[in-house]
């Protein structure tokens, strides 16, 4: 199961794109957990280098990073990540983006120059657009903003292509409280109400 937090992003820009995500039909997500992550594929060919990844905000309007940035060059074909149909293509606040639906989840691609038009249905893998360099979040360096979104919360794209956070649980979350035993003299230690403890041969 994913763990998602809403997210919304300060500015002109992510109203202007809210306002235009939330036209598309974006829906809150009807699987029920345990059900498997979709298998993607990467959006830039060969596999790019990730130079930003997903950071999510610890509150809805706190500072992060609502995707993942992937470098790449200037004119390189942008592909769809899932199948699905185009609902957006074209500029939106200053550069060019793609919105792919797959069911209760949409990708978004930018600043991509679309070769696509709303409507159309694309398979994994088939080709959006090509990259731009306006507008780049790794200006002067051109590179892919890839997000995956569910309804109005923001998941992180590297899980459709198996990469993602690993999350590990501290072992001393499912063990009893213990007192780490503190070095006193060579072959002694002191226990928890300080008293010496021999640990034997």
């Known amino acids: 199961m994913v763990s998602v937090l809403p997210i919304r992003v300060p500015g002109l820009v992510t109203v202007v794109l809210g306002v235009a995500l939330s036209l598309l039909g974006g ?3 009807s699987g029920e957990p345990g059900d498997p992550l979709p298998v993607g594929v990467w959006p830039l060919r060969p596999t790019p280098e990730v130079v930003a990844d997903f950071d999510p905000p610890a509150d809805p309007y ?17 592909r769809s990540a899932l199948p699905g149909r185009v609902l957006y293509a074209g500029p939106l606040a200053g550069r060019g983006v793609v919105v792919v639906g797959h069911g209760p989840t949409r990708t978004t691609y930018e600043p991509v120059a ?8 694309v398979a994994a ?12 979040h790794c200006f002067p360096r051109a590179c892919l903003h890839w997000g995956w979104i569910e309804g109005e919360t923001y998941l992180d794209p590297l899980l459709l292509v198996g990469g993602g956070p690993v999350r590990l649980l501290p072992l001393w979350s499912h063990s009893p409280a213990v007192t780490p035993a503190r070095p006193t003299a060579v072959g002694w230690a002191a226990g928890p109400g300080g008293e010496a403890i021999d640990p034997g041969p």
């Open 27 to 29: 829906s809150a997500a």
């Open 62 to 78: 706190g500072p992060g990073h609502r995707g993942v940035d992937l470098a790449g060059s200037v004119g390189q074909p942008v």
């Open 114 to 121: 679309a070769q696509v038009g709303v409507g159309d249905a």
């Open 125 to 136: 893998g088939d080709r959006l657009g090509s990259l731009q360099l306006p507008r780049s």
